[in-house]
């Protein structure tokens, strides 16, 4: 670590790995429900389940993107960051946002108040109090972030890392409009949530996976921003009007159908792109790096980014045949590998590098940690293949053949333990990660990056 607000980061990771504890928790309950409906019913209904399973999701990336951006911009930019009093009182912010949504989930309170009171949008649900001070803590977090790349070095990463950031905040401006046309409201509805997660955190994705190739490979600065502002042109090319496909069934006017499929068709290309770079830099630098998990980590993000995101999503994009899939748990297998490959992998890889060096240890628990890259991907996979199944079979029956829809999920029961197992490995794979990262370390002065020396 070479400036001492980077440690700024590690306090932000600190409570995303909390919430991902949280969320994922929060999913194996929400897939227990599905089995045993009447689990904690009256305590605990499944909506509120899983609104505090994809909320916490969304926080605990949001928080590890904030925690990437304070460790990676001081050193692009040469300089420490300029306010750390607002970095923490930033986070102090987000913490307070958090819990104050998570009491209002769970004990509804002030239930339909316009400022205090759960609002009914999906992923939005945050009380409107909430969502301001998210606002103001975002500001917080883009005059810091954007005066210190202003004064100090320009690079490649740091300019496309303050498009995505700046992308996420202007974006999330659209979950204020609440207008009373349902039509309407699910237009801009997608404005948050489409171009959030297929359009700026891509942005955010290239640009962290191109300053951990920076850093593991050795490979020239040159070479890797010129893939960098490729997988972004086609990133934003693809992504903005791939929302289109969003629109299918909505009210939209009929020719979305047409622009949503044939772009949301190419969405598959930026993330074949990241891909195609992670490996030819690994490839070209052939770099002796120690910390093999980060690799692994930042390798297996692309490739599950691509899988997840691209083929999965590619699978039922076209209109005719979203017309019978939207809704399935096609769509739940898609989103499931997809967050986790794309967003849930790269918050993991850069963690997994930054930590030796914010804590002057050597790379730690290297083989814990690798282990814990493949029970958690596998886990992942088998779950995408058992929600596809399940989604296959829920299209024919329900779509195809209009059979009663509660009928419908008692046939997929068995499809639905199968995913509740995969949750309970996703958890072993977890708690493994967990203590890799945080568990005993041999703490001792680690040797600059610049000695690695490629391999021969």
């Known amino acids: ?66 925690g990437a951006a304070y460790y990676i911009i001081p050193e692009e930019s040469e300089r420490e960051i300029h306010s750390p009093t607002i970095a923490y009182l930033q986070l102090i912010l987000l913490v307070a946002g958090t819990l104050g949504a998570v009491l209002t989930y769970i004990f509804d309170f002030f239930p339909g108040h316009w400022l205090l009171g759960k609002q009914g949008r999906e992923f939005l649900e945050q009380p409107l109090w909430v969502k301001l001070g998210i606002i103001v803590a975002a500001l917080m977090f883009l005059y810091n972030v954007s ?24 974006f999330f401006l659209f979950a204020l409009y609440n207008p009373n046309n349902l039509a309407l409201d699910k237009v801009y509805w997608w404005w948050v949530v489409h171009l959030w997660v297929e359009g700026v955190w ?23 921003e010129k893939w960098l502002y490729v997988i972004v042109a086609t990133s934003l090319f693809t992504g903005v009007l791939g929302t289109g496909h969003h629109y299918y069934w909505i009210g939209a006017p009929a020719y979305w ?14 993330f074949f792109g990241m891909v195609v770079f992670t490996f030819m830099m690994v ?30 999503g590619f699978l039922h994009t076209l209109h005719s045949i979203n017309y019978y899939t939207h809704g399935t748990q096609v769509t739940a297998a898609h989103g499931h590998l997809a967050f986790f490959g794309a967003y849930v992998a790269l918050n993991i890889a850069i963690m997994t590098y930054a930590f030796p060096q914010i804590f002057k240890a050597n790379p730690y628990n290297q083989v814990l940690n690798m282990a814990s890259f493949w029970v958690m991907s596998s886990a992942m996979a088998f779950m995408t293949f058992v929600l596809t199944f399940a989604g296959a079979v829920q299209t024919h029956l329900q779509r195809v053949l209009g059979m009663n829809y509660m009928e419908v999920q008692e046939q997929l029961s068995l499809f639905y333990w199968m995913r509740f197992g995969s949750g309970v490995v ?20 680690i040797a600059p990056e610049s000695v690695y020396s490629p391999a021969e």
């Open 1 to 66: 670590m070479k400036y001492q607000s980077q440690a700024i980061a590690k306090w932000y990771w600190f409570v995303a790995m909390a919430l991902f504890a949280v969320q994922v928790l929060g999913g194996l309950l929400a897939g227990f429900i599905y089995v045993q409906p009447n689990f904690l019913s009256e305590l605990m209904p499944f909506n509120i389940v899983r609104m505090l399973h994809s909320n916490a999701l969304i926080v605990w990336l949001l928080l590890g993107f904030f």
């Open 147 to 170: 005066i210190t790349v202003l004064a100090g070095r320009k690079t490649a990463i740091t300019n496309v890392l303050l498009l995505g950031l700046w992308g996420i905040a202007v």
């Open 202 to 224: 891509e942005l955010v994705m290239a640009s962290v996976l191109a300053f951990i190739m920076l850093k593991l490979t050795g490979v020239d600065r040159e070479v890797i």
């Open 257 to 270: 159908t047409w622009i949503g499929s044939i772009f949301s068709s190419l969405e598959v290309i930026p």
């Open 283 to 312: 490839w070209k630098g052939r770099r002796n790096h120690p910390n093999r998990a980060a690799l692994l980590w930042s390798l297996g993000c692309s490739v599950l980014a691509f899988f997840g995101a691209g083929v999965w």
């Open 426 to 445: 996703l958890i072993i794979g977890v708690l493994m990660w967990l203590y890799a990262m945080l568990g005993p370390r041999r703490e001792v002065e």
